[in-house]
Each structure stands twice: as structure tokens, then as C-alpha cells.
């Protein structure tokens, strides 16, 4: 297990492609941590240059405070979970577990030992003697995963593991993983495009766009208070408000709406909250702003509308037995605790 620091990190080809600008973060011994992105925006290149695979253009990696940029790959005590597997198909299970022992010359009773504890404690011992192709691909993820562990890594790089399971045993490998994770204090790094799963089992959340960090923060922190317009369309929010204007003293702008002092940014280029904070308005409410429902979805347990206003379509969440009327006039209360700045 270490602690991570990653300075300054560029990537380039021929000196005109860049795919990284300036990555700098860290991770604590023990952390989880998610490198969360769209397809495209450097977050596997980033993973792939701190396991060694990618030789950098410039910055520095340091684990424990020592830079290792230079260090080969085979020398980076890492483990390395990849989305396609990449187990030996002429190997059993034991032998794909084993591999990484093997090249490090333990005894033969050590990896048995060691490899067996991990069998164990992923839940294929009685899958010892199979092949890859005769498993399924819950099962053949957690051998990658196990041969990833058996090493006692001091980092372990996991790229996009998940995303060839369906739905369900994404779901429950999500959930092994993070608890192999925090039962062995592993340090992790997890690449993802899928916002759900790394906010479920992470520490901290590194958001990347074209090639930059937009925001690196808890999981809590980003759903709640993104910074960035296009961190908060990442992750869901819907409802945006133009700020065309400076921010005036009275800390308010288009059609009187309110907004929490405590949140102020004077680059601001828009407001947004989520649909289920905004509600219909009853007595005493603020922030008021009336409109038509112009349409209607029902999401099981409540319905979404989305209403035309002076602001723009703004939708929101009520959960009640009775569906709305199209073309309903209804007055909106968006409470200021709830709306939130977002830079470009």
C-alpha cells in the first residue's frame, strides 16, 4: 500500500496531440479513489502512464515520495485489473492467480499458500483447476482481480473492470471489490465512465475533461456542489439557469431568484438544481417562479414535469398518485439551499 502523487502530468504526440494538460492529484494510503470521464478524455492514458505502459511527456510520479517516472514496469510493485480480462487461456486458474509469483521466483509452497489464501478469499477455490473459457464473466473478473491481489501490490490500477458484466453482476462485483478493498486497506485507482458506480464505492472522485481535471473532490462534495457546468451535466443535473450579468450585492439575478450567499463565485455562468429539490409551492415558500407543464414521466415512484418559465424548461420531481395535466399552470419554489454556481 503507498500514497500516490501524481505532478504536473502531460502527455503529447508529435508535440501537437494533447491528450493530458497539467494532471496533478494525490491519493492517501488506502484510499479508493475513481478517475471518472467520457470516452476520449485521458482518464485510461492517465492509468495506463502510472502503471508504466505509457511513457509521460513531462511531469512526475511520486509513490511514498519517491519519483518513479523512470522505473520500468515490471519494477512498479502495481496490480493491474484490465476490461478485457487478459487471463492466459492455457492456464488454470491456480497458474493465472499464480503468474505474478512465479516471476518473482517465491517457493513453490509460498504461491501455493498465497495463491490458495486468495482463491479463498475471492470465492474460486473450487474453480482451482478450471480454464478461463470454461468460466463465466463474473468469475473470469474475479481471477484477474485475484492475481492483481496475490502480489500484495502498492497500488492497484483497475481500468474500466466492470463494464463487460450486465447490470446485475456489475452490481454485485462493484460490491466484492470494494469490500476486498477496504478489508486489505487497498490502495486503489479505478477508471470509469459510469458516474453510479464510482460515487457507490469510492473515497474521492477525480472528474476529467478533454484531457484536464474539471474536479477532484469526495463523492458526496460532486453530487451536491459541482463546480463546473459540465461536471454537474455529467452527473445528472438537468436544470440550468443563464447568469448573463455580473453578480450584484443582493445576490440574486434573473426574475428575482435567490441563491445561497455562502455560494458565491463572481464567474459564475449558471444556476442549477436537481429536479427533486424543486417543488410546488406552498405559503411561505421563496424563489417563486410560475410556468405550464408542457410534458410528463412517470418514473415509478414519482412523476418528472418539465415546465416552461421565463428561465427556461425547468423540470421537476413530485411524488403523488395523481399524474398532472399537461398545459397545468403551477408555481415552483427553488429553494436556495439547493441551487448551485457553476463556473464554465
Same mark, same amino acid.
Given at each position: 500500500?503507498?500514497?500516490?502523487?501524481?505532478?504536473?502530468?502531460?502527455?503529447?504526440?508529435?508535440?501537437?496531440?494533447?491528450?493530458?494538460?497539467?494532471?496533478?492529484?494525490?491519493?492517501?494510503?488506502?484510499?479508493?479513489?475513481?478517475?471518472?470521464?467520457?470516452?476520449?478524455?485521458?482518464?485510461?492514458?492517465?492509468?495506463?502512464?502510472?502503471?508504466?505502459?505509457?511513457?509521460?511527456?513531462?511531469?512526475?510520479?511520486?509513490?511514498?515520495?519517491?519519483?518513479?517516472?523512470?522505473?520500468?514496469?515490471?519494477?512498479?510493485?502495481?496490480?493491474?485489473?484490465?476490461?478485457?480480462?487478459?487471463?492466459?487461456?492455457?492456464?488454470?486458474?491456480?497458474?493465472?492467480?499464480?503468474?505474478? *509469483? $512465479? !516471476? +518473482? &521466483?517465491?517457493?513453490? %509452497?509460498?504461491?501455493?499458500?498465497?495463491?490458495?489464501?486468495? @482463491?479463498?478469499? =475471492?470465492?474460486?477455490?473450487?474453480?482451482?483447476?478450471?480454464?478461463?473459457?470454461?468460466?463465466?464473466?463474473?468469475?473470469?473478473?474475479?481471477?484477474?482481480?485475484?492475481?492483481?491481489?496475490?502480489?500484495?501490490?502498492?497500488?492497484?490500477?483497475?481500468?474500466?473492470?466492470?463494464?463487460?458484466?450486465?447490470?446485475?453482476?456489475? *452490481? $454485485? !462485483? +462493484? &460490491?466484492?471489490?470494494? %469490500?476486498?478493498?477496504q478489508k486489505m486497506k487497498m490502495t486503489v @485507482?479505478?477508471? =470509469?465512465?459510469?458516474?453510479?458506480?464510482?460515487?457507490?464505492?469510492?473515497?474521492?472522485?477525480?472528474?476529467?475533461?478533454?484531457?484536464?481535471?474539471?474536479?477532484?473532490?469526495?463523492?458526496?462534495?460532486?453530487?451536491?456542489?459541482?463546480?463546473?457546468?459540465?461536471?454537474?451535466?455529467?452527473?445528472?443535473?438537468?436544470?440550468?439557469?443563464?447568469?448573463?450579468?455580473?453578480?450584484?450585492?443582493?445576490?440574486?439575478?434573473?426574475?428575482?431568484?435567490?441563491?445561497?450567499?455562502?455560494?458565491?463565485?463572481?464567474?459564475?455562468?449558471?444556476?442549477?438544481?436537481?429536479?427533486?429539490?424543486?417543488?410546488?409551492?406552498?405559503?411561505?415558500?421563496?424563489?417563486?417562479?410560475?410556468?405550464?407543464?408542457?410534458?410528463?414521466?412517470?418514473?415509478?415512484?414519482?412523476?418528472?414535469?418539465?415546465?416552461?418559465?421565463?428561465?427556461?424548461?425547468?423540470?421537476?420531481?413530485?411524488?403523488?398518485?395523481?399524474?398532472?395535466?399537461?398545459?397545468?399552470?403551477?408555481?415552483?419554489?427553488?429553494?436556495?439551499?439547493?441551487?448551485?454556481?457553476?463556473?464554465?
Amino acid at each position: 500500500m503507498a500514497n500516490l502523487e501524481v505532478k504536473n502530468l502531460a502527455k503529447s504526440y508529435d508535440g501537437k496531440n494533447n491528450v493530458l494538460k497539467d494532471i496533478s492529484f494525490s491519493v492517501k494510503n488506502g484510499d479508493f479513489v475513481s478517475i471518472l470521464g467520457p470516452s476520449g478524455c485521458g482518464k485510461t492514458t492517465t492509468l495506463r502512464i502510472i502503471a508504466g505502459l505509457i511513457d509521460k511527456t513531462s511531469g512526475e510520479i511520486n509513490i511514498d515520495g519517491t519519483d518513479i517516472s523512470t522505473v520500468p514496469v515490471y519494477k512498479r510493485n502495481f496490480g493491474m485489473v484490465f476490461q478485457s480480462y487478459a487471463l492466459f487461456p492455457h492456464m488454470t486458474v491456480f497458474n493465472n492467480v499464480a503468474f505474478g *509469483l $512465479k !516471476m +518473482r &521466483e517465491l517457493s513453490k %509452497n509460498e504461491i501455493k499458500d498465497r495463491v490458495d489464501a486468495m @482463491l479463498e478469499l =475471492t470465492g474460486l477455490t473450487d474453480f482451482a483447476n478450471q480454464f478461463p473459457d470454461n468460466l463465466s464473466g463474473g468469475q473470469q473478473q474475479r481471477v484477474s482481480l485475484a492475481r492483481a491481489l496475490v502480489i500484495n501490490p502498492q497500488l492497484l490500477l483497475m481500468d474500466e473492470p466492470l463494464s463487460n458484466l450486465d447490470a446485475k453482476l456489475r *452490481l $454485485k !462485483m +462493484r &460490491e466484492e471489490i470494494r %469490500n476486498l478493498q477496504q478489508k486489505m486497506k487497498m490502495t486503489v @485507482l479505478f477508471v =470509469t465512465h459510469d458516474q453510479q458506480e464510482c460515487f457507490a464505492i469510492s473515497d474521492k472522485v477525480l472528474v476529467m475533461k478533454e484531457g484536464r481535471i474539471e474536479q477532484y473532490d469526495t463523492p458526496q462534495n460532486i453530487f451536491h456542489h459541482p463546480r463546473t457546468k459540465y461536471v454537474a451535466q455529467f452527473i445528472g443535473y438537468e436544470n440550468f439557469i443563464n447568469i448573463d450579468k455580473k453578480l450584484d450585492d443582493h445576490k440574486s439575478v434573473s426574475a428575482g431568484i435567490q441563491f445561497d450567499t455562502a455560494d458565491t463565485d463572481q464567474d459564475a455562468v449558471a444556476m442549477t438544481i436537481r429536479p427533486e429539490n424543486i417543488k410546488v409551492a406552498e405559503e411561505g415558500d421563496d424563489n417563486l417562479i410560475s410556468g405550464m407543464i408542457i410534458s410528463r414521466e412517470y418514473l415509478g415512484q414519482s412523476f418528472q414535469y418539465t415546465v416552461q418559465t421565463v428561465l427556461g424548461n425547468l423540470k421537476f420531481e413530485e411524488v403523488r398518485r395523481a399524474m398532472r395535466d399537461l398545459n397545468e399552470q403551477v408555481t415552483l419554489s427553488l429553494p436556495k439551499e439547493h441551487l448551485h454556481l457553476l463556473s464554465e
